[in-house]
């Protein structure tokens, strides 16, 4: 059995290795919130308003990316995309993956982060909580992780639909502005759509 975590590991590693890392200091500290939403509930992050529309081979999800960004191949992921291919500062990905037992959603995030924390170095937790895309319930974590010598600011969406994981993880140099790192992600998670029937 494969280990529910195993793919997002294996991303993070990859995608250091794919995209150039940043320098600088900026560790801002964000709150629990997200795009909108009743200060009862969690937040309902907001969907990108233009871009297109991207979804993998069998239609499963689909979600919109900034238009101008390019999609490159990442053996882990299903869809992958970066600002621009020559100097990828902020690049994203969706994995998917089966999991045992259609565990809640706060599970499988906690999983993800207790093994991250593990195993790579400076693991800086700035924000984990409970958001929406829609009507479905997901948790966002935004950290700063060292592997190997880089560090990277590191933006994570997870969601549990039937027995299938999905993350959704952004990367952008530890110097990024975090309010811009985090609205934009917010938006590209928040344009998520699962296909039914």
């Known amino acids: ?15 250091l290795l794919l995209v150039g890392c ?17 200060s009862d509930g969690p937040n309902v ?20 990316v900034p238009g101008e960004w390019v999609q490159y191949d990442d053996p882990i992921a299903e869809l992958s995309f970066r600002t621009v ?11 998917r993956e089966d999991v045992p037992d259609n565990p809640r959603v706060q ?8 093994r991250i924390g593990r195993l790579y170095r400076n693991v800086n937790s700035m924000s984990l909580a409970p958001v929406k895309i829609g009507s479905l319930e997901a948790y966002r974590w935004i950290y700063t ?11 994570q969406v997870y969601i549990v639909d039937g027995n299938q994981g999905f993350v959704l993880t952004g990367s952008a140099p530890i110097s990024a502005d ?5 609205e934009t992600f917010d938006s590209i998670a928040g344009s998520l759509i699962f296909a039914r029937g």
Do not use: K, W
Not at 45 to 64: I, K
């Open 1 to 15: 059995m494969t280990h529910p975590i195993r793919y997002v590991v294996c991303f993070l590693v990859l995608a």
């Open 178 to 182: 975090v309010p811009t790192f985090r």
């Open 145 to 155: 992780a060292t592997i190997g010598e880089q560090s990277r600011l590191f933006y």
């Open 107 to 114: 599970v499988y995030a906690e999983e993800a982060r207790d």
């Open 85 to 95: 291919a020559e100097d990828p500062s902020l690049s994203m990905n969706v994995v």
């Open 22 to 38: 940043g320098s600088g200091n900026d560790n801002e500290i964000l709150s629990a919130t997200g795009t909108s939403g009743a």
């Open 45 to 64: 992050l907001q969907p990108l308003t233009t871009g297109r529309d991207v979804q993998p081979s069998d239609g499963r999800y689909s979600l919109r």
